[in-house]
């Protein structure tokens, strides 16, 4: 079950996360980017990234707010750019 990057990083775009993936699945926040993106297909659920984000935006994909399960696709569909 990977890990999502959901609404309270939208502008945000800290790279704390970034720092500790230990396989570089993070990207994004760069350009018109409106905030970080954790690829689905290269995340291990090694859970490193939660802890780092100072805004809480990152869920496990089961655990992502009603709220915010929109981003679960957004997460998705930046990697098939």
């Known amino acids: 079950m990977p890990y999502v990057i959901a609404?309270?990083?939208v502008g945000v775009k800290d790279k704390?996360?970034?720092a500790v993936?230990?396989?570089d699945c993070i990207h994004g926040g760069d350009g018109d980017d409106p905030q970080l993106y954790i690829d689905p297909a290269e995340c291990?659920?090694?859970g490193l990234c939660?802890?780092?984000c100072p805004v809480?935006?990152?869920f496990m994909e089961d655990e992502v707010p009603a709220k915010w399960k929109n981003f679960i696709q957004l997460n998705v569909d930046f990697y098939k750019k």
């Open 7 to 9: 609404e309270p990083c």
């Open 21 to 23: 993936c230990p396989v």
């Open 16 to 18: 704390s996360c970034v």
């Open 56 to 58: 809480d935006a990152i």
């Open 44 to 46: 291990i659920d090694c």
């Open 50 to 52: 939660e802890p780092e």
